[in-house]
């Protein structure tokens, strides 16, 4: 895909069999090209486009071109259906403009565009000796309609949320053990709404211990307490120092709930290690963020887990309110965290993809004349239960969850397997090739 309209991110991503398998390390992040080349050359299928070099050996099937970026979860969803008459709630339908499913005649020299968009219709030219029907990609038909909706669900009963003015000298804070400083890969999740436009400081969401991992509101400037070059109001995951930190490219809002997640994983080489997404949106800002060497840090003082401050201190804090905080030893995918952010945990989420990695539930609905926010997660016999002062509680504003469908939502209706028959074929020593 390629978004030269992106600021922030990269403009392109590749996908391997639905998973974005982009080379960050190597990769530029802007100054994207969509070239023509400028002397109105066809499109060649199998080889370069200005001579019969650069010869592709293989075989390719079901070829499309739109002119828009798709998200990552439309084309994980549609990448196995074959586009056809019931393809039109498509969410780029609009956008297709040339899809070649290469199923026609073998013994024809056309390869029909089935897209025939706005009138127009880009056939392709075949050499019959390009024809093969050894080999295919296997497709389904596209359902008739969306898939169903989950099953209808109950509006929870949350009660309450964690509300600081920004003055406390307490906080709420999770005793330490090594299960909060995960190996390898972590994911914190939590609902906040700040009340704060331009806060003096860096406001800490939670910091495990005095330099442990954290994930906080920035201030941007070069003031103490501040990072400098950075925008304010963005997030950043802090590893360190405000330079070895990351950042997202989108501003939380002011006086509205914002989903926040971020997510870890040290495995991996070549991609970025720290994610930061807003309301289940990637808004990690690769061009001011590191690639690799991400830190999931314990501060080697068994520091507590504290919510609404810096770990160390009673400084760098958050002025808000706070609610349903989740911790989790994987890092959960994108689709996970945009379907899971707005369903409370409970009885029926035994579903969820990473279940049995969440070390830390904190739905902060309990009894707000109480000292304790229980940990509704109770992984492995383990329950890390918070301490909350009473002052910290409110019931004035919490983020509004729905409970858990009982079952994941159902499959889509039954489609047969496609009808495709053909692909093309190279040998890597053919003169012509498709245009």
């Known amino acids: ?83 056809g008459a019931n393809s039109a709630w498509h969410p780029d339908w609009s956008s297709l403009v040339l899809h070649l499913a290469l199923d026609d005649d073998v013994t024809g020299t056309v390869g029909a565009d089935n897209a025939a968009k706005y009138g127009a219709k880009y056939d392709a030219s075949v050499p019959v000796s390009a024809w093969s029907t050894l080999e295919r990609a296997i497709l389904t038909d596209t359902p008739s309609a969306p898939p169903p909706p989950p099953p209808p669900h109950l509006v929870s009963s949350s009660a309450a949320s964690l509300y600081f003015t920004g003055d406390e000298t307490s906080h709420p804070n999770v005793t330490y053990v090594p299960a909060l400083a995960p190996a390898s890969q972590l994911t914190f999740e939590a609902w906040v709404r700040p009340t704060v436009a331009s806060p003096a400081q860096n406001q800490f969401i939670t910091q495990l211990g005095h330099t442990g991992w954290g994930v906080f509101i920035v201030a941007g400037g070069s003031a103490r307490g501040r990072c400098a070059g950075k925008a304010t109001n963005t997030i950043g995951y802090y590893q360190t120092n405000c330079a070895s930190s990351t950042y997202s490219n989108t501003a939380v809002a002011v006086n509205e709930w914002t989903h926040v997640a971020v997510t870890v994983d040290t495995s991996l080489a070549y991609s970025y290690q720290v994610r930061i997404y807003l309301n289940g949106q990637d808004r990690t800002d690769f061009g001011i963020s590191r690639v690799t060497s991400a830190v999931i840090g314990n501060d080697g003082r068994s520091g507590a887990l504290k919510i609404g401050a810096s770990g160390g201190c009673s400084c760098a804090r958050y002025a808000g309110y706070i609610d349903e905080i989740r911790l989790w030893n994987s890092a959960l995918s994108a689709a996970t965290i945009m379907q899971w952010m707005s369903w409370e945990l409970g009885a029926n989420s035994a579903w969820h993809p990473d279940w049995s990695s969440l070390v830390l ?4 609905d309990d009894d707000v004349t ?44 039954p489609h047969l397997v496609s009808s495709s028959a053909a692909s093309l074929y190279f040998t890597g020593n053919e003169t012509s090739h498709p245009y």
């Not at 002397?39 to 293989?58: D, F, N, Q, T, V």
């Not at 539930?361 to 902060?364: D, V």
């Not at 918070?386 to 469908?405: H, Q």
């Open 1 to 83: 895909t390629v978004d030269t309209s992106l600021a922030y991110s990269y403009q392109v991503r590749i996908y391997l069999n639905g998973q974005d398998r982009t080379d960050f390390g190597i990769s530029r992040v802007t100054s994207a090209v969509i070239g023509n080349d400028g002397r109105s050359g066809a499109l060649k299928i199998g080889a370069s486009g200005g001579c019969s070099c650069a010869r592709y050996a293989g075989y390719i099937d079901e070829i499309r071109l739109w002119n828009s970026a798709l998200s990552a979860a439309t084309i994980m969803q549609w990448m196995s259906w074959e586009l």
């Open 370 to 413: 109480g000292t304790v926010g229980a940990d509704n997660a109770a992984k492995y016999g383990a329950k890390y239960d918070a301490s909350v002062p009473v002052s910290a509680w409110s019931t004035l504003e919490r983020a509004i969850l729905t409970d858990t469908p009982s079952a994941p939502p159902p499959p889509p209706p």
């Open 361 to 364: 539930h904190l739905a902060l």
